[in-house]
């Protein structure tokens, strides 16, 4: 018995190895990897400074900045605050950057395959 989305890959005439390996998708490829990697380790850098400091560091967290308001917990809500903000930044990011190039892929890999979806 042989995989039917094998044989749907040689019969729709894309070779998307071919696809894959093009300077266009690889160039798509960095752009987001340029973006997301940076972003992804100093998210995590900050999220375990934060551990960290709360394990580690108590004192220092339990400092009241005004009334009941502690260190920690405006660390805590900075984690919220800074997953929001990297997240719209992604995301007028890609609107900007990745999206077009994915567009322009995806409809000349639409018209290669003669239109089938």
Do not use: C
């Not at 960290?52 to 502690?70: E, H, R, W, Y």
């Not at 719209?88 to 239109?115: F, H, K, S, W």
């Amino acid at each position: 018995m042989t995989d039917r989305r094998i044989d749907d890959a040689h019969t729709s005439g894309v070779d998307y190895i071919a696809v894959e390996e093009s300077a266009p998708f690889r160039e798509l490829k960095r752009r987001q990897r340029s973006f997301v990697f940076p972003l992804a380790v100093a998210f995590l850098v900050w999220y375990f400074v934060y551990v960290l400091l709360s394990s580690f560091a108590p004192g220092f967290m339990a400092q009241p900045v005004s009334g009941a308001i502690t260190v920690g917990l405006l660390f805590g809500l900075g984690q919220f605050v800074t997953t929001f903000a990297i997240t719209m930044g992604y995301v007028a990011y890609a609107n900007r950057r990745l999206d077009p190039g994915a567009e322009q892929l995806r409809d000349e890999l639409e018209r290669a395959e003669g239109g089938r979806s």
